[in-house]
T-cell receptor
């Protein structure tokens, strides 16, 4: 079984500042990792995913994440945020087995202030 | 660009009433998922279909919830009777079985249910 921990429920940051949203996971098998963004009253949109290969993954809207197997982490970063980045961000994990079940963290609300 | 469609977007119902949600996945996607997202939490899988067959419904409260995907295309999730604790966002997602994006789930806009 897998689990995901997003320790920060809310991260306030000023516009144009860098940001890091933390994600740690646990699993008894190898995993695929994902970050999704959710705007108010909308569904989830995939930001980026790690399947294999390079541990630094680049996604949409200038976001990137780094897979660290030894620390079982997949932190999301952006060097300069915009007001429009204000949203809820979810980290998710899926085990490399036959199931396609995604396990989500509890989410981190990114609040970008002018 | 193809999208997952859901309706209604918002639903208010009284407790003990029946309610149903509809989802139309991206054309050609064999796998369909229903998630429940309680306010302030991440989505939790309720049921997963591959074509018309249920793959995983271990978290579906079967005494009141039911889901079907009769022809392996669109799907309906029903709650009867609704309880106050069912107030949540219900999300539908789909994914293909093959191709470069087979590990990706595409989400619909969701149905916001309020039970009064």
């Amino acid at each position: 079984a897998q689990s995901v921990t997003q320790l920060d429920s809310q991260v306030p940051v000023f516009e144009e500042a860098p940001v890091e949203l933390r994600c740690n996971y646990s699993s008894s098998v190898s995993v695929y990792l994902f970050w999704y963004v959710q705007y108010p009253n909308q569904g989830l949109q995939l930001l980026l995913k790690y399947l294999s290969g390079s541990t630094l993954v680049k996604g949409i809207n200038g976001f990137e994440a780094e897979f660290n197997k030894s620390q079982t982490s997949f932190h999301l970063r952006k060097p300069s945020v915009h007001i429009s980045d204000t949203a809820e961000y979810f980290c998710a994990v899926r085990g490399m087995d036959s199931s396609y079940k995604l396990i989500f963290g509890s989410g981190t609300r990114l609040l970008v202030r002018p | 660009e193809a999208e997952v469609a859901q309706s209604p977007r918002y639903k208010i119902t009284e407790k003990s009433q029946a309610v149903a949600f509809w989802c139309d996945p991206i054309s050609g996607h064999a796998t369909l998922y229903w998630y429940r997202q309680i306010l302030g939490q991440g989505p939790e899988l309720l049921v997963q279909f591959q074509d018309e067959s249920v793959v995983d419904d271990s978290q579906l409260p079967k005494d009141r919830f039911s889901a079907e995907r009769l022809k392996g295309v669109d799907s309906t999730l029903k709650i009867q009777p609704a309880e106050l604790g069912d107030s949540a966002m219900y999300l539908c997602a789909s994914s293909p079985l093959t191709g470069g994006d087979l590990h990706e789930q595409y989400f619909g806009p969701g149905t916001r249910l309020t039970v009064t």
